[in-house]
Each structure stands twice: as structure tokens, then as C-alpha cells.
């Protein structure tokens, strides 16, 4: 069968490039094994030159495919089922680059690419570790290629293409509109191709700048994550326990920053633009990432303690190897669809699983094995730690870190214990709590050993010397934290009086943390910045800390449901977190008055706009918040709504919609109810009353459009509502070509639409009301108060800035050691 | 290495006294029977929205107060209160994961889940129609 219009050359090219890819970097992977530097041997440059070769082709292999799927993607050529599932004709530029990622296939294809990038990197930058860290890395690129490869052996399925045909992936199967004879039994329509007019498009929830910016920063932290794992077991493979310490450290350094920013871009988006309620809630999808960076950064601590103490090294590798094989874990669960009930992301499985799971295998089986074989001839120091030297509490931290890590990724795999066990056992009550309840602790810890360890020596500090450098710092943060506790404080109480004070404690602790570190720049490295990139990083590390902290505890619903609207609430109706702004009428919320006054769409997708005004009660403060919503989506009934906030520096006022009529429901079945009236006439309707003024008939009309006898009555009214205030209207209905015509006017607030029928012969008059609620344009919102939420931020780019002047100061060092 | 090795244990035991003390705040996974048999107690309802019964919800006069009927797998059925604004795709969903208490026969909801019919490769390839996905959006009569 032949089938027109499709380019199936495009297809041809991905799958061969995929193939390429495959092939080639298994070839890079098995000479760069060859390639062993330690060893003198003629052949090895040689070897190492078609390693290069070959992840240079295995590399332009990746860029090609993604360029190619790029390029399908704006040419929307939805013969591919990739192109047809995840973008359509109406979106612009950035959503259709970010349309490859929003699937499965296309997320590998982009990790490929970040690890591609380092991998050239390393070749210009790792000198004599070139050869034994490249073998790894390509090792792992052969890996990734195979989720993108689509081929089927045995039965077996191995990968999945992002170039399958739209027609071979079944989901025209059951289309008779695209079948001969419109019989699905028969083939398709040799032109089908031409009834699809537009793709399924981008989840409307994912077109968001965020979506475009988040996954290319995390999915290059992910593939970070290979190269200290790479470094370390080349070291503990090759034996060069000391060797591999300076030329991994950028490499540490610059994968924590980088997790650390991709993380933290995920929070910032649900807590932007997502209906989640804020930037963090435990969820599983959340947790698998920042394991990963958890154990990395212990691992970044202890190298340090390594590289100045000689201890510490197998606790360095293993965090090193823990955090990329956590990543490989983290995509297993969050690929496999085992979370199923315990996350908001939905996730469904990809019916690669058993791959998934043979991905980790493959890493961690022989990782296990050789540290096993060679963790006897570790070198070891025998020395008694002394209780004032810095590595040792360098290494609690550590510890600490790790304990987080293992504890947080405990409780997430849940249902991975259960279908281990096959147990049915369910999240608790208050997940969240489940979480902070523990980390808080963690958290006060953490803060204190990242105040005080840059005082204290490697080996071992002169206590009078600790205490001198540290008074000025101990004084500042003394007065800051009287400070705190005056003007801020600590105002949550939901989880008693415990643990309420070991948010008041760790926040002062971070406060002292970022005291104490940001003084150590002038105190300690005499305000060199070069060096100083680990005091600003720690500076950053606290003020996240007390970010969290403060925000999360002193965050208020301000929607706290008061307006007329809403009945008598029961017994235990909490939370009442919504309130409902009916169109054109003032509401009170928390310290603001609210009007919700209009809406309007976007031009080209069925996005609506509310525009709401928050006036402050004194009068100081008016912003208007335009929260958004897609409605009816592409016929998926029901609302997505995306957040809108007013950023202040010291807090974010922020709102959401979460209930809207439903449009299409919107028919006005209710007819008038007609009453005869006359002038001084009291009428009551549901809101209030109506009193009914002197008419005024008006025969001074144009006949050429009244016709003969034309005339127009108008009736002046006043409505009273039950708030007490009143509004006069004037009623218009007119007599021409010898019937009434009637010009109604709707009362938006009152839910009412008035009509003056007709005037009968004997002067008395007809007034038609009709209520109905579906008259009334609502929204209902959820709004939020978010103190220092800036601060959060701030604090982790701060700690990436920090991490990066590192970076930059280890990876100069290193290639300056390492020249011939 | 004697005071590290000791941290390292100390830590090993925290881990696994917090798992353990994490264990034990758990709840369950319930049918509507089972939920009604533990009257107060948190449970996690897996069930379906029962269409043939009307979904109260006016966010006109409370934006806070939800009620629908559930059904679950084995046919049992019952009342779901939920102060809250309805969940937005409530209609759609296929399945309907409830935490909350039963109490005074009805089912107190502290938060819902709602699970939208899968868009991925299995149902595709069956050809089933679901209502999550357009099932065959923008195609030419």
C-alpha cells in the first residue's frame, strides 16, 4: 500500500541516525576500554583515536535526530505519531521545541544530547582520564540509546522511536472516517494523511516558559550526574585511589549547581504556575530528583575530606556512585508508572519497565563488583579524629546529608515496597508532615554545621582562635535573630507546640548560618572572591533553608470563605479555601476587597483571562490579578487553571481559579414572570425590591422607523438590594409596527434580567423579571499569601553562583596541574 | 575512625527508627465495604463516580461544599462530602482515589484524587476511545 503525502524519508534518516548512535557508541565505549593510559603500550593512541572518532559520530548521530524530530515537529508532520501526540499547528516557536520533550522518547533524547555535550567536554578537558572516563560515559550513551531505538527482537520490544508512524501506532486502528469503505477491518484511505488536519498538541498545563527552560537544565543535571560516577569508578578500576580527586571536583561541583537549579526551576513552576499550592509537596516526582542531589553533595564534602585528610575515600565513591544510580532510580520511578495512586503528575507506564529496571542493573551490578574486589587495598589512615578538626564534622554533615537522602527515598518507594511485597499499604494522613517532621531536624543540623565548620581547621582548630573569628558573627547574628523574632516569627501551630518550636530553632539557626558563612568571606578568605565560592554557596544553602522555613510555615489561605454567598457552614466543613466573585461585585478577602470585573480570551486558544482587583481596605495598596484558565479544552470538559501572583519583596500575593459555570450549561431556561404595576408599586425579587417610578410615554418618534403610531414608554425604577444599597435604572420598551418591543436590562449582581412588556390601553403597565442564576458570571478563586518567597529563590541561585565560581576555580586549577 | 564509625551507626539506627515510627502512620487502601467498617479512620477509597446520581456542587452559594456518590469495583455505594471546590476534571476521570474518614454514613473527603483515563500505548493500540484524549481530534469528515 502506498500511501501519499507522507515524508518517510525523515523517518528513514532517525531511525538509521538511532541505529548509527547505537552502534557507534558501543564502538567508542569498547576502544576507549582499549585505550588504557595507565598502561605503556604502542597501540593505545590508536585506540583512543577511534574512541574520539566514534563519540563524535555517536554525538552528531544525537544532535541529528533531535534537529530532525525539531524540524517535524514545525513542519507539523503528524505521520509521525510523536509529532501528532505532542504538538499542534496553533503553538508557538518555544512550546514546539518544547513539544520533543513532553514525551517519553524525546526526554532520553534530550538527556543523550546533554551527556553528549559533557562527553565532548571531557575529551578537551580530561587529559590522561580521558580514555577510562569516556569508556563510561559512552557505556552510558550506548545505554540511553536503546530507549530511543524502537526495534523489536523476539518478541521483545527494545526502546520506543520517536519516529513510529501515526499509522503503525495503532491510534487510526479504530478511525473508519480514514479506512477504506469506512470499514476499520480495511486499510487506511491511500490519502489520510490529508484528513489529519492538526495534532493532539502540547498538554495545555505544559505551555508554560517553564516548560520550555526546566527540562533542558534538569536533564543536563542528570547527565552530570554520570561523570563523577565515571571518574570514581575509573579511579577504583584503574587503582588510582588519589589521582581521580582533581579533575572530579568541577565535575562535583558543577552537577550540584546544576541539579540544585533544575530542582529548584521545577518548584518555582508549580509554585508559578501550577494549581499545586506552592513549590514543594513531598510528591514522589519531586523526591527522586533531589535524592540524586543530596547524596552528591555529601559526596562533594567528603572528596574534600578526602583530598585534605586521605580519609573518607569509600564513603566518596559510593555517594558518587549512590547519586547517578539514584537518577537511574528516579527514572524508573517516574517512567514505569508504579507511583500510580502517589503522585499528582500523571504518570502512566510505558510498558518499558523491565528495560527501565536493566538500565539500573547495568550500572549497578558491576559498580557493586569492583568497588567489592578492590575496597581491600583502599589506602586507609589510621588517625584518631580530633573532635576540633573541620573533616570530622565536614563528615557529619555529610553523614547527614545521605541520612536525608536515604530517609526521603525510604518513604517515597512505598509502592515499590508493595509491589515488592505485595502489600497494599497507602501514604499516610498528612504526607507532607510525614516529611517535614523528620527533615526539620536534618534541617536544624545542617544549618549549625554550615555555620561553624569553615571555623574550624582541617585537623585541628586552636579553640581560642574558633572562638575569636566566630564572636563578630555570633554578635551580628544575636541582634538578627532578636530581630526575627520581633518581627517575623514563626506563626504556625497546626502540628503543636514541638514541632512549631523546631521551626522557630532552625530558623534561627539558618539565620546564624548565613551570618556566619557570608562573614567568613572577609573573616576567613579575606574577601577573595575566587575562593570564596563555597562560603557563598553555604550562604545560599541557609538562606534556602530559612526560606523554606519562614515560608512554608507563615504561608495563609487569605480566599477564608466570608462573603454573602455562601450558607451557614457546618460542623467540620473545613478548609472553606474558596470564595466565589460574582461579576461586578465587591467581596472581602482577608485584608483586601475584590472585584472580579472582566474576562477575556486569548486569540488564538480557548484560554480565558479573569481580570480580578485586589484593593486593600486601606487603601494603600491596588493591583489587578489576571489568573487563567483553559476551559472545555479540545472537548475535555473542565477547567485548567494557571496561577497569577503579585510579587512584592517581602511576599507574593497569589490566586488561582478552581470552580467556573460551565458554559454549557449556560442556557437560560427560566422564562419572565409578568405582574401588572403602576407608580409607587413595591415588587419583591430575591435580592431585595423593586419600587416602581412614573412612567413617561414619548411619541415624538421617527414613523420611518416606528411606523405609524410609534412611541416609546419609559419607566424609571429602583432597585433596592438586601445590602442596603439602590440603584435607579430606566425601563425602555417601544411601540412600533403595532406590537410591543421590549428592551430588557440585566442586573449582572442581581442575577436578574427586568423587562417593561407592554402598556396596556387603560396606562397600566406589564413588568416581566426574571432571576436566574445563570445570568451570573462567577469565578470562584483560591488565594494565597506567601511571605519571603523571594528569599527561597535568591538562596538557591545564590548556592549555584557559589558552586560554580568553584567549578570554575577546580576545573583552571586542574587543567593548569595537568599540562605536560 | 572510632567516633565517624559510631556517627555512621547512630545514623543507620535513626534511619530505620524513622522508617519504622513512618510505617506506622501509614494508612490503607479501602473498599467502600471496608471504609464503612472502620467508621473515623483515615483511609485512602479507591472508586469511580457514580454518574447516575447528581454531583451537588453551586459554587454560587458555597464554592466549599461538594457532594457526589461513588461506586467502587464491587458495585457498594456511597455519599462523598468534600469541602472544597470540585476538582476539575471530576466528570471525566475514570477512577477516583478519596482520602478522607467514613463517619455518621457518609464519607467525610479531606482530598481527592482524580485519575483521567490513560492516553498511553496499550489503549491506543486497542483503539479504545477515552474520553482524556480527542479521540481522534481535527480529522475531516
Not at chain 1, 585 to 603: K, N, Q
Request: hydrophobic residues 45%; charged residues 15%.
Amino acid at each position: 500500500m502506498m500511501y501519499t503525502g507522507e515524508w518517510s524519508w525523515a523517518g528513514q534518516i532517525g531511525h538509521l541516525s538511532a541505529i548509527v548512535s547505537l552502534v557507534a557508541a558501543a564502538l567508542a565505549s569498547i576502544a576507549y576500554t582499549k585505550a588504557n593510559p595507565f598502561i605503556l603500550a604502542p597501540e593505545h593512541a590508536i585506540w583512543k583515536r577511534i574512541g574520539r572518532i566514534s563519540f563524535y559520530v555517536q554525538t552528531s548521530a544525537v544532535f541529528l535526530i533531535f534537529f530532525l524530530l525539531l524540524y517535524l515537529i514545525h513542519q507539523h508532520r503528524f505521520e509521525y505519531h510523536y509529532v501528532w501526540k505532542h504538538s499542534s499547528k496553533s503553538l508557538e516557536f518555544k512550546y514546539l521545541l518544547a513539544s520533543i520533550w513532553e514525551g517519553q522518547e524525546g526526554s532520553f533524547l534530550l538527556w543523550l544530547l546533554m551527556q553528549g555535550v559533557l562527553g565532548l567536554i571531557l575529551i578537551r578537558t580530561a587529559k590522561i582520564w580521558e580514555s577510562p572516563v569516556m569508556s563510561i560515559v559512552s557505556f552510558a550513551q550506548f545505554c540511553l540509546s536503546t530507549m530511543i531505538i524502537g526495534l523489536s527482537i523476539f518478541g521483545w520490544k527494545l526502546g520506543s522511536s520517536p519516529f513510529l508512524l501515526l499509522r503503525d501506532s495503532g491510534v487510526l486502528d479504530n478511525a473508519p472516517a480514514l479506512h477504506i469503505d469506512f470499514d476499520p477491518s480495511l486499510p487506511l484511505l491511500p490519502n489520510y494523511l490529508d484528513k489529519i488536519t492538526d495534532g493532539n498538541d502540547l498538554n495545555p498545563l505544559l505551555q508554560n516558559y517553564w516548560m520550555v527552560i526546566h527540562p533542558p537544565v534538569l536533564f543536563l543535571g542528570f547527565a552530570s550526574t554520570l561523570i563523577p560516577f565515571a571518574f570514581a569508578m575509573a579511579g577504583v578500576i584503574h587503582r588510582r585511589y588519589m589521582d581521580w580527586v582533581k579533575p572530579v571536583q568541577p565535575w562535583a561541583l558543577f552537577s550540584s549547581a546544576v541539579l540544585g537549579v533544575g530542582i529548584m526551576m521545577g518548584g518555582m513552576w508549580a509554585y508559578e504556575s501550577l494549581t499545586f499550592g506552592g513549590y514543594w509537596a513531598w510528591d514522589p516526582v519531586e523526591n527522586a530528583s533531589l535524592v540524586p542531589w543530596l547524596i552528591g553533595v555529601a559526596g562533594l564534602h567528603t572528596l574534600l575530606i578526602y583530598r585534605h585528610s586521605g580519609q573518607a575515600l569509600m564513603s566518596t565513591i559510593v555517594f558518587f556512585v549512590l547519586t547517578f544510580l539514584f537518577i537511574l532510580y528516579s527514572t524508573f520511578l517516574t517512567r514505569s508508572g508504579i507511583l500510580g495512586e502517589t503522585s499528582v503528575h500523571a504518570f502512566t507506564g510505558s510498558g518499558m519497565n523491565i528495560q527501565l529496571l536493566a538500565l539500573i542493573a547495568v550500572f549497578l551490578l558491576p559498580a557493586a563488583g569492583w568497588i567489592w574486589i578492590r575496597q581491600k587495598e583502599f589506602p586507609r589512615v589510621q588517625t584518631e579524629e580530633n573532635l576540633s578538626a573541620r573533616e570530622f564534622w565536614m563528615y557529619i554533615g555529610s553523614l547527614l546529608f545521605f541520612l536525608s537522602a536515604i530517609l526521603i527515598i525510604g518513604q517515597t518507594s512505598l509502592p515499590v515496597f508493595n509491589k515488592i511485597f505485595g502489600t497494599t499499604i497507602a501514604p499516610p494522613e498528612d504526607v507532607e508532615f510525614s516529611y517535614n517532621s523528620v527533615q526539620i531536624y536534618i534541617a536544624i543540623l545542617l544549618a549549625l554545621l554550615t555555620a561553624v565548620t569553615y571555623y574550624l581547621k582541617y585537623k585541628q582548630t586552636p579553640r581560642a582562635l574558633f572562638w575569636k573569628r566566630l564572636l563578630v558573627p555570633l554578635g551580628i547574628s544575636v541582634v538578627l535573630a532578636a530581630g526575627f523574632i520581633v518581627f517575623i516569627g514563626i506563626h504556625y501551630t497546626a502540628k503543636g507546640p514541638g514541632f512549631q518550636a523546631a521551626l522557630w530553632v532552625s530558623a534561627i539557626c539558618s539565620l546564624f548560618s548565613v551570618v556566619a558563612n557570608a562573614s567568613y568571606i572577609w573573616i576567613g578568605i579575606k574577601g577573595n572572591l575566587a575562593k570564596s565560592g563555597g562560603a557563598i554557596a553555604h550562604v545560599g544553602f541557609a538562606l534556602t533553608l530559612l526560606g523554606i522555613v519562614v515560608t512554608s510555615s507563615n504561608k495563609q489561605v487569605i480566599s477564608q470563605n466570608n462573603n454573602g454567598f455562601a450558607t451557614p457552614l457546618g460542623k467540620g466543613e473545613n478548609p472553606r479555601e474558596n470564595l466565589t466573585l460574582v461579576q461586578g461585585v465587591p467581596a472581602e478577602m482577608g485584608r483586601y476587597t475584590l472585584t472580579y470585573e472582566t474576562d477575556s480570551t486569548h486569540p488564538k486558544k480557548k484560554l480565558w483571562f479573569y481580570r480580578v482587583r485586589f484593593k486593600s481596605k486601606d487603601g494603600k495598596e491596588e493591583f489587578v490579578l489576571e489568573p487563567n484558565a483553559f476551559v472545555n479544552y479540545k472537548g475535555n470538559k473542565g477547567l485548567m487553571a494557571n496561577p497569577d501572583a503579585k510579587h512584592y519583596w517581602d511576599h507574593d500575593v497569589f490566586t488561582y481559579v478552581t470552580s467556573l459555570p460551565d458554559p454549557e450549561a449556560k442556557e437560560d431556561t427560566t422564562s419572565f414572570r409578568n405582574q401588572n404595576v403602576k407608580a409607587g408599586d413595591t415588587i419583591y425579587y430575591g435580592k431585595g425590591f423593586i419600587t416602581i417610578g412614573d412612567s413617561r410615554r414619548i411619541d415624538s418618534v421617527p414613523e420611518e422607523l416606528f411606523g405609524k403610531g410609534g412611541r416609546v414608554v419609559e419607566l424609571p425604577i429602583r432597585v433596592n438590594r438586601r445590602t442596603g444599597e439602590s440603584i435607579t435604572i430606566s425601563l425602555k420598551s417601544a411601540w412600533a409596527s403595532s406590537q410591543w418591543m421590549p428592551l430588557p436590562d440585566t442586573l449582572q449582581a442581581d442575577g436578574m434580567v427586568l423587562q417593561l412588556q407592554e402598556q396596556k390601553e387603560d396606562g397600566s403597565l406589564i413588568l416581566g423579571v426574571k432571576e436566574s442564576d445563570t445570568l451570573l458570571k462567577y469565578v470562584t478563586l483560591k488565594a494565597f499569601h506567601y511571605p519571603y518567597i523571594r528569599f527561597l529563590w535568591f538562596g538557591i541561585w545564590l548556592t549555584a553562583v557559589g558552586l560554580l565560581i568553584s567549578t570554575r576555580r577546580r576545573m583552571l586549577q586542574w587543567l593548569q596541574e595537568s599540562k605536560p | 575512625m572510632k567516633k565517624t564509625q559510631l556517627a555512621l551507626l547512630i545514623g543507620i539506627a535513626a534511619c530505620i527508627g524513622v522508617l519504622l515510627s513512618f510505617l506506622r502512620t501509614t494508612s490503607t487502601y479501602d473498599t467502600i465495604e471496608t471504609a464503612r467498617k472502620k467508621p473515623g479512620q483515615f483511609v485512602h477509597v479507591m472508586a469511580k463516580l457514580d454518574k447516575s446520581q447528581p454531583i451537588e456542587y453551586d459554587a454560587l452559594n458555597n464554592p466549599n461544599y461538594l457532594r457526589f456518590a461513588a461506586v467502587d469495583s464491587l458495585g457498594a455505594r456511597m455519599y462523598v462530602q468534600y469541602n472544597n471546590a470540585k476538582p476539575e476534571n471530576l466528570e471525566m476521570s475514570d477512577r477516583l482515589v478519596l482520602k478522607g474518614r467514613y463517619r455518621d454514613s457518609i464519607f467525610l473527603c479531606q482530598e481527592i484524587q482524580t485519575k483521567c483515563p490513560s492516553k498511553y500505548k496499550e489503549e491506543e493500540a486497542k483503539g479504545m476511545k477515552h474520553p482524556g484524549e480527542v479521540p481522534l481530534p481535527n480529522i475531516k469528515p
